[in-house]
């Protein structure tokens, strides 16, 4: 018979060690000499050996080896955190500002269903502190399409510089740092880094993760310069960095003791939602939809990182319900190449780059090459290319029939001292897109004496179309703001567009949107 003290850290050794064993399922275990343990609510902080039950007094029991059914279990029983922290009044305060707004971590649970597996398993395999897998509900409350004042995007809230690092590619049409499964791998791979470069400090890498290696590590050189400890809590570091730990901390804690703080955690199994899909041709979401028979949104929700609906750019792979993958895979072998994506074409005009042109639909020069089978960089007037149709804007008419020049210039116009783009085109009635093309201009830059061509509004076709309609439905996490960015208007057009819509938008309302 084994007698052995029952602590959390001792039940989870256990634990593993059972699973080590053949798979009979069974084995029979006596354990005796359990303290009772005291739950969060009784004591400030408390051990997470709160979460076991006193087991003095039991006898001999079956415990089973098999794994949990439900995730958030699966994460309990992966915490290594929590033992390594005692006391602590940051974590405290933390939790209680958590407690007294549960459904704070409820939504963030909530939005987090069709990712957490996956986060879980790859934590899991490369065997970290499975409280990580909570990281993104302060980072973004699990909202993939989240956006910080810093450009941070993502549910694990990349910067653009510390994404490309990590390779998140981000171009016009696909960001990286919104991909579930890119983003994930990222994130782990920068933490596990950080883990290893603050000597196996699990707090010391989540702090750095926030703050940057440098800040930590510049604290780190002043509190030994001044004979201090230089362990996470006795560091001088950003307010920011200060609470973040605590609050993953205090976060893992209410998971661990969901009821006690009416927090209302959904019913996830302990299984994979989605597959990775992997795929050589374009396709663009709404024909995916249709081929996997799947609701559209849902679709999105798997793939945020598609910004315009089309797969270009960025890893050719889909993230696809475990349900309909088998399905969508065999679907896809029918189909022909760029035969699930809208296209149109354009017509090449006199000062055209392929620079230039990629620019204008939001493409890089070498996925404009790629679609166009092109060799080189060289181009003739009059060529045709195939361009992506973004699903958000209606096109009139195809790009090519737009007349290459207007009929008439209206007059030469010599820029002044304190000009830009936007005063001329205000001053002129026409557009700054249109002044660009026209003067075959790549950037904003202008020069007082430079002369620049200016035609009359009438013989502007691309000024007096009139606007495309564009129906959006508001998804799960959706905001003005963020519509607004994504069609390119601004907050106060929708408004005017939709005088109904407020700032508290509901999830299936529909918002006109117009555009030229």
């Known amino acids: 018979m084994l007698f052995l003290p029952c602590t959390h850290a001792h039940l989870k050794a256990l634990t593993r060690l ?20 005291h739950s969060p609510e009784n004591d400030q902080e408390g051990s997470v050996s709160e979460r076991a039950i006193g087991l003095e007094n039991e006898p001999a029991q079956l415990v089973s080896v098999t794994e949990p059914v439900d995730i958030w279990e699966r994460i309990r029983e992966g915490y290594k955190l929590q033992d390594q922290i005692g006391t602590n009044p940051r974590i405290a305060q933390q939790r209680l500002w958590f407690a007294s707004r549960p459904q704070t971590i409820s939504i963030s649970a909530q939005r987090s269903s069709p990712y957490i597996h996956y986060i879980v398993e790859q ?13 993104p509900v302060i980072e973004s409350s699990y909202n993939p399409m989240a956006m910080s ?38 994130a782990i791979a920068y933490l596990d880094r950080l ?21 930590v590590s510049r604290a780190i050189e ?20 200060t609470e973040y730990v605590p609050k993953l901390l205090a976060v893992s804690q209410l998971v661990l003791s969901p009821q006690a703080y009416g927090v209302d955690l959904p019913d996830v199994a302990n299984q994979p939602y ?22 559209e949104d849902e679709l999105l929700v798997l793939n945020p990182a598609y910004k315009r609906g089309v797969t270009l750019d ?22 022909k190449p760029q035969a699930s994506i809208a296209w149109q074409e354009y017509r090449v005009r006199p000062g055209d780059s392929l620079h230039s042109i990629a620019n204008r639909y939001y493409l890089t020069v070498n996925t404009l090459k790629d679609i166009n089978q092109l060799s080189s960089n060289y181009l003739r007037v009059g060529q045709l290319l195939s361009i992506p149709a973004d699903p958000g804007q209606k096109y009139a008419a195809p790009v090519y029939a737009q007349p290459v020049k207007p009929a008439k210039i209206s007059r030469q116009y010599t820029v002044k001292a304190g000009d830009n783009l936007g005063l001329i085109g205000k001053r002129n009635a026409v ?14 830059n202008l020069k007082v004496g430079q002369k620049l061509q200016l035609y009359s509004a009438a013989d502007n076709s691309a000024s007096s179309k009139k606007p495309a309609v564009t129906t959006y439905k508001v998804r799960q996490g959706d905001s003005l703001y963020k519509i607004a960015q994504r069609y390119k208007v601004n907050v106060k057009q929708l408004q005017k567009w939709n005088p109904g819509a407020s700032k508290n938008l509901k999830v299936g309302q529909k918002l006109a949107i117009y555009q030229r």
């Open 431 to 444: 557009s700054v897109a249109d002044i660009k093309r026209w003067n075959s201009l790549r950037s904003n």
């Open 222 to 241: 002043r509190n030994q310069k001044l004979g201090l400890p230089t362990d996470y809590w006795n560091l001088q570091l950003p307010k920011e960095t």
């Open 314 to 335: 960025g890893p050719k792979h889909l993230l696809i319900p475990v349900a309909v993958a088998d399905q969508f895979e065999a679907s896809l072998a029918l189909y």
């Open 123 to 135: 934590l899991d395999e490369k065997n970290m502190p499975l409280e990580i897998a909570l990281l």
């Open 18 to 37: 059972l699973r080590g064993f053949t798979a009979g399922g069974f084995l029979l275990l006596a354990m005796a000499g359990c303290q009772s343990v």
């Open 195 to 215: 883990h290893s470069m603050f000597n196996g400090d699990w707090l010391l890498a989540l702090a750095a993760y926030n703050a940057g290696e440098g800040t």
């Open 149 to 186: 004042r810093s450009s941070a995007a993502g549910i694990w809230q990349f910067i653009p510089s510390t994404g490309r690092h990590f390779n998140l590619q981000q171009t016009g049409w696909y960001d990286g740092r919104r991909d579930i499964a890119a983003s994930t791998n990222a």
């Open 274 to 295: 989605f597959e990775i899909v992997e795929f050589s041709q374009r396709m663009q979401l709404s024909s995916v939809a249709k081929i996997a028979e799947i609701d």
